[in-house]
């Protein structure tokens, strides 16, 4: 009978991808145990009670899933519920919300705003943030864009540490409210588990400055929140993307600024967008981009070398890049959501380094 043996010279080999393999995976545990610790240590202070949460300026409401059928997911409803109490109870002078609009059929914000409204909160007093695209980019934006300096934070307690730690992290003096006010089954413990990652990317974003959509400044202490509505969607918007825009039963006259004539046709028609200025530096392997658009945009989606468009704003640098050919493209977002559907490409190379001799 002969002995099947597993050749000796290859068990050294599959000792150091064994140990390797689980060195990686400690070192990994340990990055998400960090970051998680670090994320829940700074996240600031917050309360179920609407009583104990101080008077301050704005509530930030983000954003959450917008069922297909155009009505809000149970941990969203819940949030607009406690930030409209927040608002009735004197607490809050504005309410901003903030989500994903990045298309006509997915419509975050305006559905909170709508539902705002719908609980009695004067439609000047509702500001929306249309590219609220994650926790981050809200923040950024409402420190940036709206001027927010302090504010209250409407969220579930699983997200809660995370969105103050980046609240703070973006220059806005923060408390939180928790909306915990219903069991959320299957999708709460999704979202718990989640989290442990979310807080990791939070830590980096942090980290890396991760850039936000720019766009035109509204100052959230003086403006009225109309400035901010985006225009009603076009005929055959499906129901998540498509909240009734100005026909709400609690409409308030008392807004300085009147809805819009119904038959108004929505601005359908994409900016155009121009690289005005490329920067190359050889020696440190970097470029950097400055572009601009045909009308006053909301903000811009860049790329690198055939990646996926993510929000970005002028000027674009990228460092440390690889020797050889490389595409940068732009395109804008104008104040009605419409995206240029031609990029602005600028094309460079990146030479390789010579070697000392």
Same mark, same amino acid.
């Given at each position: 009978m002969r002995?099947?043996?597993?050749?000796?010279?290859?068990?050294?080999?599959?000792?150091?991808?064994?140990?390797?393999?689980?060195?990686?995976?400690?070192?990994?545990?340990?990055?998400?145990?960090?970051?998680?610790?670090?994320?829940?240590?700074?996240?600031?202070?917050?309360?179920?009670?609407?009583?104990?949460?101080?008077?301050?300026?704005?509530?930030i409401?983000?954003?959450?899933?917008?069922?297909?059928?155009?009505?809000?997911?149970?941990?969203?409803?819940?949030?607009?519920?406690q930030a409209a109490r927040l608002?009735?109870?004197?607490?809050?002078?504005?309410?901003?919300?903030?989500?994903?609009?990045?298309?006509?059929?997915?419509?975050?914000?305006?559905?909170?705003?709508?539902?705002l409204v719908n609980r009695g909160v004067p439609p000047r007093d509702v500001f929306e943030d249309h590219a609220g695209f994650d926790t981050w980019q809200?923040?950024?934006?409402?420190?940036?864009?709206?001027?927010?300096?302090?504010?209250?934070?409407?969220?579930?307690?699983?997200?809660?540490?995370?969105?103050l730690f980046l609240a703070d992290q973006a220059g806005i003096d923060a408390t939180g409210l928790t909306s915990d006010l219903h069991s959320y089954g299957y999708q709460g413990y999704k979202s718990d588990a989640r989290e442990v990652l979310s807080r990791v990317k939070a830590v980096a974003d942090v980290t890396l400055d991760s850039p936000a959509m720019a766009g035109r400044k509204i100052s959230i202490a003086t403006a009225n929140g109309r400035e901010s509505w985006g225009p009603a969607p076009p005929p055959g918007t499906p *129901?998540? @993307?498509?909240?009734?825009?100005? %026909?709400?039963?609690?409409?308030? =006259?008392?807004? /300085?600024?009147?809805?819009?004539?119904?038959?108004?046709?929505p601005d359908t028609t994409p900016p155009d967008t121009k690289i005005d200025k490329t920067s190359l530096r050889a020696a440190t392997r970097s470029a950097?981009?400055?572009?601009?658009?045909?009308?006053? *945009?909301? @903000?811009?989606?860049?790329?690198? %070398?055939?990646?996926?468009?993510? =929000?970005?704003? /002028?000027?674009?640098?990228?460092?440390?890049?690889k020797p050889g050919r490389h595409v940068f493209g732009v395109k804008a977002v104008d104040a009605a959501g419409n995206v240029d559907g031609s990029a602005a490409v600028a094309r460079f190379a990146v030479p390789q380094r010579r070697k000392r001799r």
């Amino acid at each position: 009978m002969r002995r099947l043996t597993y050749p000796l010279r290859r068990w050294p080999r599959l000792s150091k991808l064994v140990l390797g393999g689980a060195a990686l995976a400690v070192l990994l545990g340990l990055l998400v145990a960090v970051a998680n610790v670090y994320v829940l240590l700074k996240g600031g202070d917050s309360t179920s009670s609407i009583a104990e949460v101080p008077r301050t300026e704005v509530a930030i409401v983000p954003g959450a899933l917008v069922r297909p059928d155009g009505k809000m997911s149970g941990m969203l409803g819940d949030r607009v519920k406690q930030a409209a109490r927040l608002w009735q109870a004197g607490k809050v002078e504005k309410i901003l919300v903030s989500g994903d609009h990045g298309s006509w059929k997915y419509d975050e914000p305006d559905t909170m705003r709508e539902a705002l409204v719908n609980r009695g909160v004067p439609p000047r007093d509702v500001f929306e943030d249309h590219a609220g695209f994650d926790t981050w980019q809200t923040m950024v934006r409402a420190r940036s864009i709206f001027g927010v300096r302090h504010a209250v934070v409407v969220t579930q307690g699983f997200h809660m540490p995370r969105a103050l730690f980046l609240a703070d992290q973006a220059g806005i003096d923060a408390t939180g409210l928790t909306s915990d006010l219903h069991s959320y089954g299957y999708q709460g413990y999704k979202s718990d588990a989640r989290e442990v990652l979310s807080r990791v990317k939070a830590v980096a974003d942090v980290t890396l400055d991760s850039p936000a959509m720019a766009g035109r400044k509204i100052s959230i202490a003086t403006a009225n929140g109309r400035e901010s509505w985006g225009p009603a969607p076009p005929p055959g918007t499906p *129901p998540a @993307g498509a909240p009734d825009h100005w %026909d709400s039963p609690s409409y308030s =006259p008392e807004s /300085s600024s009147p809805p819009p004539p119904a038959a108004t046709p929505p601005d359908t028609t994409p900016p155009d967008t121009k690289i005005d200025k490329t920067s190359l530096r050889a020696a440190t392997r970097s470029a950097k981009f400055w572009f601009s658009a045909s009308e006053p *945009p909301r @903000g811009f989606l860049c790329r690198l %070398d055939g990646g996926d468009f993510k =929000p970005c704003g /002028s000027p674009r640098s990228y460092k440390r890049l690889k020797p050889g050919r490389h595409v940068f493209g732009v395109k804008a977002v104008d104040a009605a959501g419409n995206v240029d559907g031609s990029a602005a490409v600028a094309r460079f190379a990146v030479p390789q380094r010579r070697k000392r001799r």
